[in-house]
């Protein structure tokens, strides 16, 4: 079974830092493309970014608003995806979803709620 | 950045009716080089992550129930509940993934009337 599970969301004070963390299992995740999504509250849907598997050249893509400011990486070894926010705004307060696909998303995280807030 | 625009923004249909919704891309997300259109629609149920319905526009993903159905092509797409029933209460989006970022449309909120 597939399994996608994030962690490291919290309370953060803007300007902050913060890495959330998302957990693979049940597929072969060296050879998947991964990505983030978030969502404000009561908002739609947002793409942050994405990376590619390391066979296809491990590159990264990022929206424009996080550009710079947000770093997208994995440990195959690990199999974990992680995201490390930083100089974080207020406006970046959202549940942050991984997800697993290079063009459709077929298996999401339950998400983890990012706060910022002073 | 291409543009999704959904209509409308919320809807109320009687069970067992057709739900529509529609989805509008600011450009084509047609390829010509496999003619397939770069679209996928999912459903996100309050408290819940999205789950994906329907990819390359028309294609239902393994498990999806065939009263859900995608149509159009180029930039004007639809998705058709064709029986309405009360599970599939949630909000409705389309994503293009043609090109990078990877955009969502706005939702659209499908109620019971």
């Known amino acids: 079974e597939v399994q996608l599970v994030e962690s490291g969301g919290g309370l953060v004070k803007p300007g902050g830092s913060l890495r959330l963390s998302c957990a693979a299992s049940?597929?072969?995740?060296?050879?998947?493309?991964m990505n983030w999504v978030r969502q404000a509250p009561g908002k739609g849907l947002e793409w942050v970014g994405r990376i590619k598997s390391n066979t296809d050249g491990g590159t990264t893509d990022y929206a424009a608003p996080v550009k710079g400011r947000f770093a997208i990486s994995r440990d195959d070894a690990k199999n974990t995806l992680y995201l490390q926010m930083s100089s974080l705004k207020t406006e970046d307060t959202a549940v942050y979803y991984c997800?697993?696909?290079?063009?459709?998303?077929?298996?999401w995280g339950q998400g983890t709620l990012v706060t910022v807030s002073s | 950045d291409i543009v999704m625009t959904q209509s409308p923004d919320s809807l109320a249909v009687s069970l067992g009716e057709r739900a529509t919704i529609n989805c509008k891309s600011s450009q084509s997300v047609l390829y010509s080089s496999n003619n397939k259109n770069y679209l996928g629609w999912y459903h996100q149920k309050p408290g819940q992550p999205p789950k994906l319905l329907i990819y390359?526009?028309?294609t239902r993903e393994s498990g999806v129930p065939d009263r859900f159905s995608g149509s159009g092509s180029g930039t004007n797409f639809t998705l058709t509940i064709s029986s309405l029933q009360a599970e599939d209460v949630a909000v409705y989006s389309c994503?293009?993934?043609?090109?990078?970022?990877?955009?969502f449309g706005q939702g659209t909120k499908l109620e019971i009337k």
């Open positions: 390359w526009a028309s």
């Open positions: 994503q293009q993934y043609f090109s990078t970022p990877h955009t």
């Open positions: 049940g597929f072969t995740f060296t050879n998947a493309w």
């Open positions: 997800s697993r696909g290079g063009m459709v998303y077929d298996y």
